[in-house]
């Protein structure tokens, strides 16, 4: 609900009931995973069935580009997308496995 | 004259004034689960919405954890919220009523007062909602059905006021009010919606950096329960007691506004002040049983005994300079607990009242009863020892067993 950098508020400045008057969005929540998904691009078929599954949005449609993209941010590694994935485009692994690589 | 008196004057039992009520406040939704003594409460009420006489969203659920969870989800939407429990009842919607409270909506929950078990006990006693007492909840005792059906009444006022946004219980002795059949005097529908009014809702700031209503509105999006760790948990907190403490004043401005439409007040909405101002010996209560106190002093004071009952109307928040002032003057207290606080140094009313005189200049003699457990009849005779029993104790000025049990085989 608040950042470090910031002065923390004082108990009559918080709107009540602990509505948050911050966004999300700068919360990120790529650095909870352990596993970080890679795609084969031969295999991936632009399906977009693991825009649909991920359970953080986490993975965009670029439609400039036709393709997609995963927004490491706030991926948090739970393989969802490649456990869904028809063509088994997506792994799942550990960052020196295979860092040059990810997408 | 006559005719004025009939339609003004209704015989109706504690719960069905209470129902009326509810009904004459216009509430948006009612979630509720049948418990004795409260059940009359809510079947009434389901009346009304299957008569078409109430345009209430009535959600039956399967428990009463679920009762207060959809009338908490029904709050935060800007809906007028009731909802009536007891006893077990009251117990599964525990963890709810710390939520409730939290998240600052006014939900209005009638609880006609009964026993928990072990062993199982319908009757009437104050352990279910004196167990709530730190749960967050304003707490409101009435003495009989015309004041629950007034109390339910001010408790949308009270609970709906901005400074205050906190829910609110409003307690009613199980059976001795709750059943029992009285003449209640009802204002007409126009008049208490009136008094009520419409919702009005406290602003936040949201995300998008909007001071907007705090209600769940599409068009307004914001999140609403989310984590408050250990960098502002407690700060949310504080801010719930602030609207403990802006009720204290805002209980005695409904009392007063709402004696104005109707002629009727009770003490100064926090207390019940009868006759303590210049008594010598007086007995503070919570419920029913200031009814029965207020003839017996009566009496005494007919054999010229200088005595009092000082009925604790608001438990929480706790009236605390009321209480110190109302017994300055008097020199032996006893204070009447209808639960059991197992361990504790007497009755929870009586730890109350005992902390609130600790720092007053002079304070009185006291002495705890515990009393009426499981619905156990206390009777005028017994009622009237307690007063002899402060007269014999004003007289050596010494108490022996400070906590006593009234009307228990030994």
């Known amino acids: 609900m608040s950042s470090s950098k910031e002065k923390e508020k004082s108990w009559r400045e918080v ?37 649909m599954f991920c359970p953080e949005g986490a993975i965009k449609w670029a439609p400039e580009k036709g393709d997609i993209w995963f927004d490491m941010s706030f991926c948090k590694g739970c393989g969802i997308c490649a456990n869904e994935c028809p063509t088994k485009a ?14 | 004259m006559k005719k004025q008196l009939r339609e003004e004057s209704i015989a109706m039992n504690g719960d069905e004034a209470i129902a009326l009520a509810a009904k004459q406040c216009d509430v948006d939704v009612v979630a509720a689960y049948p418990i004795t003594p409260q059940t009359i409460i809510v079947e009434k009420f389901s009346e009304y919405v299957a008569n078409g006489e109430v345009q209430t969203e009535f959600v039956c659920t399967e428990s009463e954890h679920s009762a207060m969870t959809a009338c908490l989800a029904a ?17 599964l919607m525990h963890e709810m009523l710390f939520v409730t409270s939290g998240f600052r909506a006014p ?26 007492r730190d749960s967050g909840w304003i707490q409101i005792y009435v003495e009989n059905a015309q004041e629950a059906y007034d109390s339910i009444i001010q408790a949308f006022k009270i609970a709906e006021d901005i400074g205050v946004s906190l829910p609110v219980i409003v307690g009613l002795d199980g059976f001795t009010i709750s059943h029992t059949l009285e003449n209640v005097n009802i204002q007409e529908d126009k008049e208490v919606m009136q008094f009520v009014g419409q919702r009005q809702l406290p602003n936040v700031l949201t995300h998008e950096g909007k001071t907007v209503p705090f209600k769940l509105d599409p068009d307004n999006p914001m999140t609403m329960g989310p984590n408050a760790l250990q960098n502002y948990y407690f700060e949310f907190k504080r801010q719930q007691e602030e609207g403990m403490k802006n009720a204290l004043k805002k209980i005695q401005e409904v009392n ?38 207020k003839v017996i002093v009566d009496q005494l004071r007919q054999e010229g005994i200088k005595a009092g009952v000082l009925r604790l109307r608001t438990f929480r928040p706790f009236p605390v300079e009321q209480l110190r002032s109302a017994l300055k003057n008097v020199k032996t207290v006893a204070v009447m607990d209808k ?7 007497g009755g929870a009313v009586f730890n109350e009242v005992r902390n609130a005189l600790y720092d007053a ?50």
């Open chain 2, 75 to 91: 709050a935060v939407t800007g809906a007028r919220t009731f909802t009536a429990s007891a006893s077990a009842g009251l117990a």
């Open chain 2, 361 to 410: 200049k002079e304070h009185p003699t006291i002495v705890n009863y515990i009393f009426g457990l499981g619905g156990r009849d206390t009777n005028p005779r017994e009622l009237r020892k307690i007063y002899d029993d402060l007269l014999q104790i004003n007289k050596t000025g010494t108490v022996e067993n400070q906590v006593r049990y009234l009307g228990l085989r030994e």
């Open chain 2, 339 to 345: 639960a059991m606080s197992f361990g504790a140094f």
């Open chain 2, 256 to 293: 007063a506004e709402y004696a104005e439409l109707t002629g009727r007040s009770y003490g100064d909405g926090l207390v019940d002040n009868y006759k303590v101002d210049d008594a010598e010996i007086a007995i503070v209560v919570v419920g029913s049983t200031a009814g029965t106190l």
């Open chain 2, 107 to 132: 939900v209005v929950m009638a609880v006609a007062n009964r026993a928990l078990s072990a062993p199982l006990n319908i009757h009437g006693d104050q352990s279910d909602s004196m167990a709530e």
């Open chain 1, 15 to 51: 709107s009540i009931a602990g509505v948050c008057s911050k966004s999300s969005i700068g919360f990120l929540t790529g650095d909870w995973k352990t596993y970080y998904p890679v795609r084969d691009l031969e295999k991936c078929t632009k399906c977009l069935t693991c825009v």
């Open chain 1, 90 to 103: 997506i792994i799942m692994k550990l960052p020196q496995q295979d860092e040059e690589k990810s997408i």
